[in-house]
């Protein structure tokens, strides 16, 4: 086994690139053996942590989803102090152009075979397509690998002497392949051990948190059992605890915030900060068990955002709380694989923090150690001062139309597209309103750490009436992308040049990556509305705040 530290582990310093392709074997010459340096690479980042952490990913959701799962991911690995295993790739779900020109550049695929889900089957055959794309095309790998130790699922069977095309073609690890093969550096040549975390272990009738903290367990009276599991000591329920429990919606295993000033009738909170972990509500809810959680409200109360920009504080019996590092934390084995997906209805992280610290270093993760590929930086920088030219010089407007599967869903925030279109215009003059004020200052940031006001709205003149503005939208009929040209809509096929298309590489004809430049183009308007149902909204909502965008400039509408 590789050797073992204790949670937290601030990963050390590795650099990595991603994009080489290692060979899985070594070489000997004049006698000595040779290292492939990209293989050594991979070592080092394995041989700071305990093991390996995997998943089942699941392929056929899109790159947003994949996103934040894969956030999620590393920080259970951080926990742990494991090494995360992610997809080698993804899928893009469409061609700007015919089929066949995208499949020059990268293996097309059929998405239902590929994903084993019958969700396209009824489409033309032609939109049954995808493309397999290396997932360090959607985030820069390299700098996430200086503070995080991450792999691809093709670096962990190089490691292994197994050959890459054995990995799973819907992201789910294989049990079987992926463990015939041993580390390629170790003397012995023995398989890589599996220890399953199965799916309802993961947080079913409990309050899933990152761990739990020394304090914690001893003023709940934590009993080990084995390892570092074990259960709390058996309290009484004072009245205010019973109170707490009764406030509680039926189903519910945690309390919000305003429940819990109102139960507790504390109306001193307006000068309490979250950082004050002690005195005040926080000990009051200790003394009748309950604990404060860290968690995130989404930009409009939404969960389906998954950002990370709205910290909130909530409340939760303390024997409700599971640590995922006291429950795992302690597994010998070579690879702990999560079984299963844990994103749906469950907050950024796929847990809650007992820790303010704790949240706030993993907001610092989706915020800056996640960041975009250096092509993708640097074409939404041209493109944001493209708009700015449109608009004379002065602070452009943009808005996310989602189309595509939302207008087959009837998902959509109006039933016509002309509809739809007028309500995001009128949040747009609302928008409009609220920079004249913002660019009188002073300005404000996100509650994120590390957050710099981005003083553009004091730089630029507020936009004028009758400015274009920007739309990303996945629609493609021509006669809509007509009618938002006439309505004095800018897309990012007006804005895009074939030098850009040059520079950036063959990957821009794809959809997924267009939209990864659209959303890091829409992190630099000076107002943005979006509809929260979106986990890409939610995406860019995130790079808004790290940009240090005034709150006041976004608007996701539920």
């Given amino acids: 086994m590789l050797r073992i530290t ?12 991603d994009s080489l392709s290692p060979s899985n074997v070594t070489s000997e010459q004049g006698g000595s053996l040779e290292v492939d340096p990209e293989l050594d690479a991979l070592r080092h980042i394995v041989s700071q942590t305990k093991g390996f952490y995997a998943r089942d990913y699941s392929l056929w959701l899109g790159w947003n989803n994949m996103r934040y799962i894969i956030e999620a991911a590393v920080l259970h690995g951080r926990i742990l102090n494991r090494t995360t295993i992610i997809p080698s790739y993804v899928y893009a779900r469409a061609c700007e152009f015919d089929n066949s ?56 069977l ?22 015939r093969g041993a580390n390629i550096f170790s003397d012995s040549r023995v398989e890589p051990s599996l220890y399953v975390i199965k799916n309802e272990w993961y947080d079913a009738g409990i309050v899933r948190v990152d761990q739990l903290p020394q304090t914690m367990r001893e003023r709940g009276g934590w009993n080990i059992t ?18 707490l429990h ?72 303390r024997s409700l709380l599971r640590g995922l590092y006291q429950d795992f934390g302690f597994i010998e084995q070579d690879v702990l694989l999560l079984q299963g997906e844990v994103h749906l ?17 993993y907001t610092q993760t989706v915020l800056y150690d996640f960041r975009l590929a250096d092509n993708v930086i640097g074409l939404a920088d041209q493109l944001s001062n493209r708009m700015v030219e449109k608009a004379g010089g002065r602070m452009w407007m943009g808005a996310h139309m989602r189309r595509g599967d939302f207008a087959t869903l009837k998902w959509t925030m109006e039933p016509s597209f002309e509809a739809h279109l007028a309500r995001v215009k009128r949040h747009l003059r609302d928008g409009r309103d609220i920079l004249h004020f913002v660019h009188r200052g002073p300005l404000y940031t996100y509650k994120v750490p590390l957050g710099q006001a981005d003083r553009t709205p004091l730089v630029l ?20 992308l007509k009618y938002l040209r006439d309505q004095g809509a800018v897309l990012i096929s007006d804005l895009l040049t074939i030098d850009d298309r040059r520079t950036f590489g063959w990957s821009l004809m794809l959809t997924d990556v267009l939209s990864v430049v659209e959303q890091a183009t829409l992190a630099r308007a000076a107002y943005f509305y979006a509809h929260a149902h979106s986990s890409v909204a939610g995406g860019v909502m995130n790079l808004r705040a790290s940009h240090g965008a005034d709150p006041r400039t976004a608007l996701l509408e539920l």
């Fill in 461 to 480: 003149n507020p936009p004028a009436e009758h400015d274009r503005f920007y739309i990303a939208t996945d629609e493609r009929d021509p006669t809509n």
């Fill in 6 to 17: 204790s949670y937290p582990l601030l990963f050390a310093h590795t650099t990595l690139d």
């Fill in 158 to 179: 190089r490691l292994h002497n197994i050959s890459a095309d054995v990995e799973t073609t819907n992201g789910h690890w294989d049990t079987d392949l992926y463990h």
């Fill in 226 to 243: 084995h390892g570092q599991v074990g259960s709390w000591a058996i309290t009484e329920e004072t009245p205010l605890s019973k109170a």
């Fill in 345 to 361: 209805g469950r907050k950024p992280g796929a847990l809650k923090f007992t820790t303010l610290e704790s949240r706030e270093r």
């Fill in 101 to 156: 020109v995208c499949a020059a550049y990268a293996t097309m695929v059929n998405r239902g075979d590929a994903t084993g889900t019958d969700e396209w089957r009824q489409l033309p055959i032609e939109k049954q397509m995808a493309w397999r794309i290396p997932v360090s095309l959607m985030f820069n790998l390299t700098h996430l690998r200086e503070t995080h130790a991450v792999i691809t699922v093709s670096d962990y």
């Fill in 246 to 317: 009764d406030a509680m919606a039926s189903g519910a295993s945690v309390l919000d915030w305003d429940t819990v000033l109102v139960v507790v009738g504390d109306d001193n909170d307006s000068i309490e900060t979250e950082s004050s972990s002690a005195g005040g509500i926080a000990s009051t809810l200790e003394e009748n068990g309950w604990e404060v959680l860290y968690t995130y409200g989404g930009a409009c109360g939404s969960d389906a955002t998954k950002d990370v920009v709205v910290p909130i504080r909530q409340a939760a019996p």
